[in-house]
């Protein structure tokens, strides 16, 4: 019986990753959640895992009672959430949503097991780390990501030097069809619903702005060790096409599939195999067509600013998805416009650079944690800067 972990089981990757689980013959090892303990217990209970773990310590005893009598073991906190990924699993779901995830999932390479990586700060902030820590331990990483699973799987038997290119497409977000000048007014709830994708409201928001697309072309060239030049991105709406990889002969593969993470969740539970997954299935006739454009810089100028990660490397990445995510603490909570995200992370990279602390030739985990806490004090002072004008 295959031996399981979830790190971030209650967010909405962890879900889709129970929902399969559930309808299998696994041992659940770990779950691991945020402040929705409710959840996180009673999926604890209903999968008989071993231990469950909340990031946060001040909800231990909520856990505690929530799993009182079932002999499932409590847990909490970040020294908790490295000891559970420390406890012998054959594959592990590596989904906490930020920066957060990077720790817990660096210790999970560390055993030589199968991880599926949906935690894509993880590549961002740490690419180099990442990769050289599974390759010292026999790691293997699966990417979860649709987009990056469907790439992994258009080069299956392939040799990555016959690629050409890699385009990876996007939705455009629930913005996509609204005027330029009236992004400025956009508010969290409308920037936080998608038109095709059921997510979170972070990661729906992110993709109205594109920085969730531009993270995963930072991704595509940590994990599969492609030039910046050879990446690219196209709106596609009906996000139906995940990815497409064109090689040096001229073809081009395309992986279609119907928009729902247990698809790229369940090629990399049962990889190297297929399995039957309960994912609708597409009907060609009646979709009839597929649009693609070019994605519009000025809508959309996280993209140029992925561009300036992949050719600065070094410690970027970590700054990038640092003043990415402050950014979008301060948009949430109405503190700054829908607009004002591209140009304070911009800003903050421009200071970091001017300053030489974006330098590294290798990177540690404290060093991208260093950079993660000072790029976040230095959005925060620019935004104030910022509502003052």
Not at 66 to 78: K, Q
Not at 145 to 163: N, T, Y
Not at 317 to 327: I, L, S, V, W
């Amino acid at each position: 019986m295959k031996r399981v972990s979830i790190f971030g089981a209650t967010g909405s990757v962890g879900q889709s990753t129970l929902d399969l689980i559930g309808r299998g013959d696994y041992d659940v090892v770990a779950l691991t959640g945020g402040h929705n303990v409710a959840l996180l217990a009673a999926d604890a209970i209903r999968l008989r895992a071993d231990v469950a773990v909340t990031a946060y310590d001040d909800q231990l005893f909520t856990l505690r009672e929530a799993l009182a009598g079932t002999g499932i073991e409590a847990a909490a906190g970040t020294a908790a959430l490295e000891e559970a990924a420390d406890r012998p699993a054959d594959w592990i779901m590596s989904a906490i949503v930020g920066v957060a995830g990077l720790a817990p999932g660096l210790r999970a390479l560390r055993h030589g097991t199968t991880v599926a990586l949906a935690n894509k700060e993880s590549l961002v902030c740490a690419g180099p780390l990442l990769m050289a820590e599974a390759t010292r331990h026999g790691t293997t990483i699966l990417p979860v990501d649709s987009e990056h699973s469907a790439v992994f799987q258009a080069l299956a038997g392939e040799d990555i030097a016959a690629v050409e290119k890699v385009v990876i497409t996007a939705s455009g977000g629930g913005l996509r069809d609204m005027p330029l000048d009236k992004l400025a007014e956009a508010t969290p709830d409308q920037a936080g619903t998608h038109p095709n994708w059921d997510m979170g409201q972070r990661i729906t928001i992110d993709s109205a702005s594109m920085f969730n697309k531009a993270m995963e072309l930072i991704e595509t060239k940590e994990f599969f060790g492609l030039n910046r030049s050879q990446i690219e991105t196209i709106i596609h709406p009906q996000s139906l096409i995940h990815a497409l990889v064109q090689f040096v002969d001229g073809a081009m593969m395309a992986h279609l599939g119907a928009p729902d993470m247990r698809h790229a969740i369940g090629y990399a539970l049962n990889w190297p195999d297929r399995a039957a997954l309960p994912v609708a299935r597409l009907n060609l006739a009646d979709i009839a067509r597929l649009d693609f454009h070019a994605p519009d810089a000025a809508r959309y100028p996280a993209l140029a600013l992925a561009d300036f990660v992949m050719a600065r490397g070094g410690l970027a990445g970590a700054a990038f998805n640092a003043a990415k995510e402050h950014a979008l603490d301060l948009f949430i909570d109405r503190r700054i416009r829908f607009t004002d995200m591209a140009p304070l992370v911009e800003r903050a990279l421009d200071r970091l650079d001017g300053q030489g602390s974006l330098e590294a030739a290798m990177l540690t985990l404290d060093m991208v944690q260093d950079t993660d806490r000072l790029t976040r004090a230095i959005v925060q002072e620019l935004a104030q800067t910022l509502r003052a004008a």
